[in-house]
T-cell receptor, first 112, second 113 residues
């Protein structure tokens, strides 16, 4: 059973471009969480989704950030018009029941 | 804010037991204690969780005090590969709606030979 897959592992974007981060949960997992880790800081919750629904987006910045988890395919975290402050590691976790989270290896976004 | 308090760092000799403490004095009756670790630059790794009974798995043991206000994660025979940041997290348990993990600063465990 493959683990949580995130791609790309590394992403470089120029300021003003869009970044799309993908997360394929473990087989049978319908709960996905996204976290962000700024350099030298701890992980911060961003958004919690179940299939086709956003359950909790209290950690998402109000602008430029969006997330989806369609019926088919991976969960997508989308950042529009990226700025240097968006440079961070973005991790997703999946769970079959909303409890124990199994994390992917993250996407490291660098904005230049 | 994290609902737990952990020492910022600890050292352990390779082969010895590593005992990582965590205070969670405001834990509610329906909240579990979870432990995760993050090895440098990798995604967090689930270790163990418990409600009130002590728990053991292939990675570690979790000892929860009777009043549930503190717990200790025990790595019985620490290796160099156990060097990581260890996070103690409390969250609502099974049967409740899923909630996010609130990560604090954790304990940086350094295992040396």
């Amino acid at each position: 059973n493959a683990g949580v897959m995130q791609n790309p592992r590394h992403l470089v974007r120029r300021r003003g471009q869009e970044a799309r981060l993908r997360c394929s949960p473990m087989k049978g997992h319908s709960h996905v969480y996204w976290y962000r880790q700024l350099p030298e800081e701890g992980l911060k919750f961003m958004v919690y989704l179940q299939k086709e629904n956003i359950i909790d987006e209290s950690g998402m910045p109000k602008e430029r950030f969006s997330a989806e988890f369609p019926k088919e395919g991976p969960s997508i975290l989308r950042i529009q018009q990226v700025v240097r402050g968006d440079s961070a590691a973005y991790f997703c976790a999946s769970s079959p029941s909303g409890q124990e989270g199994f994390f992917g290896q993250g996407t490291r976004l660098t904005v230049v | 804010d994290a609902k737990t308090t952990q020492p910022p760092s600890m050292d352990c000799a390779e082969g010895r037991a590593a005992n990582l403490p965590c205070n969670h004095s405001t834990i509610s009756g329906n909240e579990y204690v979870y432990w995760y670790r993050q090895i440098h630059s990798q995604g967090p790794q689930y270790i163990i969780h418990g409600l009130k009974n002590n728990e053991t798995n292939e990675m570690a043991s979790l000892i929860i005090t009777e009043d549930r206000k503190s717990s200790t994660l025990i790595l019985p025979h620490a290796t160099l590969r156990d060097t990581a940041v260890y996070y103690c997290i409390v969250r609502v348990g099974r049967g409740q709606a899923g909630t996010a993990l609130i990560f604090g600063k954790g304990t940086t465990l350094s295992v040396s030979s």
